[in-house]
């Protein structure tokens, strides 16, 4: 690291302490939720959503959105943080794990793409997508999504930066090589690890 | 960078790495507002950035502490070896404000760039660019450097400010920019006045190309619906919503 120091630089926005260890580097906290999309919002009616898990699999899987609310819902508290360095901690979503999204479907391959209603991409691998790491949610505190924050439905994957969960889900598609989504082919690290600080291509 | 011709539409973003942090000196501050200042930036490290690009900027206390904020350069990549960083002034923000009150001219302050490859203008014509306070930063850097390179090329800004002495590069808007007033607009004014509408979008004269939207959250969605109502595709919308970036 460099000795480099900001002439007349204290710092003021220091985190609470208790807080302190949950700020992953370059990271600030942020009690809002501020809200980031590359395009216009979409709209979609919860009578038209699906969720879809193809590619390649052994199964696959679509559901309505009333076929969705029949598995089993958790809440989850978790922390965020976005590459544009806010982070937002101990915010609660409510929605179904991959884990259970995927019974039965028998991933064949070891990546996977998110995408989207409005043709948003994000890959991830399946590891980082299992074993209670990541959930489809449609509520945040208590409440339906809102629609600029990815409702009806979004990809909750908090150990990742959030660009890593799509808004306005449609689906998952197994494949068995990497690809890079929509930011990870514009200059966004292709993983994304917050306490790596994995924010563009060369970090 | 090349001569006469506009440049090469992909630039060398894909090729270098511009990732490593560098030390820049402030070599220029200009007061645009009484909120907003621009810092010219001499980079050691400098390499050619896409209109619509960002910079990140980190400050480091004596404690160790630190803060990094992203900012949007105004500056046209024809500026060899430097930056412009355009500056909202956020009240409760730490990056900001120690631009305003601390940094003077000389001084030193850290960056890596330039980041980002989605809201950038690669020559593509026509072009709406559409901005909202100081949304309006990043497509200055469009607007500059079209104003460069093919003056030609048809391209319109409407800017929305909230009143006369809100108005950023106040001395760089010319018959290619429609802005609007939403509070107070100078004494005399004869154009728009209120949010943008249909009829100030219908004004600029484009219905059909790409459209650049930088604002607020609440400005960006509402002024990215005129834009899809004025009959641009989607697809061909690009949006960046301002979140707080004190």
């Known amino acids: 690291m460099s000795g480099f120091l900001s002439r007349g630089f204290m710092g003021r926005r220091r985190t609470p302490e208790e807080l302190r260890d949950r700020l992953p580097p370059g990271q600030y906290f942020e009690s809002g939720f501020p809200v980031l999309t590359a395009g216009p919002t979409p709209q979609i009616d919860t009578s038209e959503w699906g969720f879809r898990i193809d590619g390649m699999v052994r199964r696959e899987r679509e559901l309505t959105w009333d076929e969705f609310h029949e598995l089993p819902f958790e809440t989850v508290p978790c922390d965020i943080h976005c590459v544009t360095k806010w982070s ?3 915010t609660n979503f409510g929605g179904v794990s991959v884990d259970r999204l995927l019974e039965g479907v028998e991933p064949q391959g070891d990546f996977v793409m998110e995408f989207s209603y409005g043709g948003y991409t994000t890959n991830v691998p399946l590891a980082d997508l299992t074993g209670g790491k990541a959930w489809v949610v449609t509520q945040h505190e208590g409440e339906p999504l809102p629609r600029e924050h990815g409702g009806p439905a979004r990809m909750l994957v908090p150990h990742l930066y959030f660009w890593k969960s ?23 690290h292709n993983h994304g690890d917050p306490w790596k600080e994995e924010r563009y291509w060369t970090d | 960078m090349t001569s006469g011709a506009f440049p090469t539409p992909v630039t060398p973003v894909e090729q270098r790495a511009p990732g490593r942090w ?8 200009k007061p645009e507002t009484p909120r907003v200042k621009s810092f010219r930036l001499e980079l050691p490290m400098w390499m050619p950035h896409l209109p619509g690009q960002h910079y990140d900027v980190r400050l480091t206390a004596p404690d160790g502490y630190r803060a990094q904020r992203s900012y949007s350069v105004a500056s046209s990549p024809l500026d060899h070896g430097e930056i412009e960083l355009t500056i909202d002034r956020l009240d409760d923000g730490e990056v900001s404000p120690y631009f305003h009150e601390v940094v003077m001219e000389g001084d030193q302050v850290e960056v890596r760039g330039p980041f980002a490859s989605y809201f950038v203008w690669r020559g593509e014509a026509p072009v709406l660019l559409v901005g909202g306070g100081s949304g309006v930063v990043p497509l200055m850097a469009i607007l500059r450097h079209r104003r460069r390179t093919m003056p030609e090329l048809e391209m319109r800004l409407v800017y929305s400010v909230r009143s006369a002495e809100d108005v950023i590069y106040a001395d760089e ?11 107070e607009p100078p004494p005399g004014w004869r ?6 509408d249909s009829s100030l979008i219908a004004e600029a004269g484009l219905d059909s190309g790409t459209a650049f939207i930088c604002g607020s959250n609440g400005f960006v969605e509402s002024a990215s619906g005129l834009v899809l109502e004025a009959g641009f595709r989607p697809e061909r919308v690009r949006t960046e919503r301002f979140g707080p970036s004190g």
């Open chain 1, 88 to 90: 937002k901690l101990g």
């Open chain 1, 166 to 188: 799509a808004k306005w889900v449609a689906g998952l598609r197994v494949m068995d090589h990497d690809e890079p989504g929509f930011w990870e082919q514009n200059g966004y």
């Open chain 2, 22 to 29: 560098q030390i820049a000196t402030v070599t220029r501050i």
């Open chain 2, 173 to 183: 808007l010319d018959d290619d920019a429609l802005v609007t007033f939403t509070r």
């Open chain 2, 191 to 196: 154009g728009h006045t209120g949010r943008i």
